[in-house]
Each structure stands twice: as C-alpha cells, then as structure tokens.
C-alpha cells in the first residue's frame, strides 16, 4: 500500500513562510496527481495545490498567489511552499496522490491521504 509521510507545519508568524513536504512510499509505477488539501475548524475541506503528470498545477483561489507545489518524482515526494501566510491560512493541511502502483504483482489504482500536519498562523 502507498503510504504518506507528511513532514513541516506549526506555528508560523503572519507574513512568514513555511515549506510542507509529503513523501509517499510503496511500489508506485506512476503518479496521476499529487497535492494538498486543508480544513479549518468549522469549514469544509478544500483544495490547497495539485501537480498533475505532465506538470500541470492548480492552486486554490485564497493562495494561488503565494504558493507553489512541486514535484520531485525520484524521491516520490512534492513540496508545498506557501509565503505571506495569514491567520486564515491556519489548517490541518493533507497532502494526497493518486496514481497507479504495483501490488502483489498486479497494477492497481491507489489514493492515498496524509494524516494531517496541523499549521497555525499567529503571533
């Protein structure tokens, strides 16, 4: 099974910046899709960034300007670096992947979710 281990977060100062990183292990053949989502207490969850095979990103509405996702293949692992963070930026942040692996010798479709890494944004 794909596994995630999400690393980063806690607490940042308004303004500052913060990198995430979430390295997915397993037998994984390929990735369609890699990214991360967050929740804030009393909200729905919603998207953060999503890389796309070929390099194609989306980045949700409230942090477009002030992220960027990538992706390192080797090392199955993408990186979220979020700057001039605000309170409202405070969230558990999940990072996600989908793809296909290789399990007992078969190809298969996987999704996997990360735990959460909590980020709070204050002074």
């Known amino acids: 099974q794909v596994q995630p281990v999400e690393s980063g977060g806690g607490l940042v100062q308004p303004g500052g910046s913060l990198r995430l990183s979430c390295t997915f292990s397993?037998?994984?053949?390929?990735?369609?899709?890699m990214g991360w989502y967050r929740q804030a207490p009393g909200k729905e969850r919603e998207l953060v960034a999503a890389i796309s095979r070929g390099g194609y990103t989306n980045y949700g509405n409230s942090v477009k300007d002030r992220c960027i996702i990538v992706e390192d293949s080797a090392k199955n692992t993408a990186y979220l670096n979020m700057t001039s963070l605000k309170p409202e930026d405070t969230a558990v942040y999940y990072c996600y992947a989908a793809g296909t692996e290789v399990a007992d010798g078969v190809q298969q479709y996987f999704n996997s979710w990360g735990q959460g890494t909590q980020v709070t944004v204050s002074s």
């Open positions: 397993g037998n994984i053949l390929r990735f369609n899709v």
